[in-house]
């Protein structure tokens, strides 16, 4: 079964960092670009980071210079870093095989 | 960056009659390589979105031939021929010719 399972999750300060991790199975990840999308509960969607299988990397406005997307093909796996971060990055973070898979998303709270 | 702007951004229908979403692009979605990546996602109250409809008019595997896709360059529509119970929900369409990916504001289809 095709599938992403995003972890890493939680509550964090503001300021601080989390690291979100997404791991693919049922299909071979080193071919396909990958992509983090947020959305803030009761609100649309927003692509912040993606990857190509090139590694080559791309960022949204509001996370450019805070948030870092890297992936490790040889664990089926791509990563967020997330530095500095600030009330409005509260969100669910989906981890997406641009478009065709979407994992179940993992919740970073940002508060104090 | 590319703004996608849907409407209507809610649409009350009625089982078994047809629904249409409309998508406007800030600007062309042809890619350089011809293609032209423009997708339709269905969301569900607590699940991630799913794909429908991608390059405008193709069918993601799975999904019922009730909906169909259509349009070109700036402007796009997703069609619903008879709308069923499951269909509720929001649906964004998403542009992913040209980084950063942009989706629509969302549209909520309501009974």
């Known amino acids: 079964e095709v599938q992403l399972l995003e972890s890493g999750g939680g509550l964090v300060q503001p ?11 049922g299909f071979d990840m080193s071919n396909f670009a990958m992509s983090w999308v947020r959305q803030v509960p009761g609100k649309g969607l927003e692509c912040v980071s993606a990857i190509k299988n090139s590694g080559k990397t791309y960022y949204a406005d509001s996370v450019q210079g805070r948030f870092h997307i890297s992936r490790d093909d040889s664990r089926a796996t791509v990563y967020l870093e997330m530095n500095n971060l600030k009330g409005e990055d509260t969100a669910v973070y989906y981890c997406a095989s641009p478009y065709s898979v979407w994992g179940q998303g993992t919740l970073v709270t940002v508060s104090s | 960056d590319i703004v996608l702007t849907q409407t209507p951004l809610s649409s009350p229908v009625t089982l078994g009659q047809p629904a249409s979403i409309s ?44 909906f169909s ?32 990916h942009t989706f629509g504001q969302g549209t909520k289809l309501e009974i």
């Open chain 2, 23 to 66: 998508c406007r692009s800030s600007q062309s979605l042809v890619h350089s390589d011809g293609n032209t990546y423009l997708s339709w996602l269905h969301q569900r109250p607590g699940q991630p979105p799913r794909l429908l409809i991608y390059k405008i008019s193709e069918r993601f595997s799975g999904v019922p031939d009730r």
């Open chain 1, 15 to 25: 300021g601080g960092s989390l690291r979100l991790s997404c791991a693919a199975s």
């Open chain 2, 69 to 100: 896709g259509s349009g070109a360059g700036t402007d796009f529509t997703l069609r619903i021929s008879r709308v069923e119970p499951e269909d509720v929900g929001i649906y964004y369409c998403l542009q992913a010719t040209k980084f950063p």
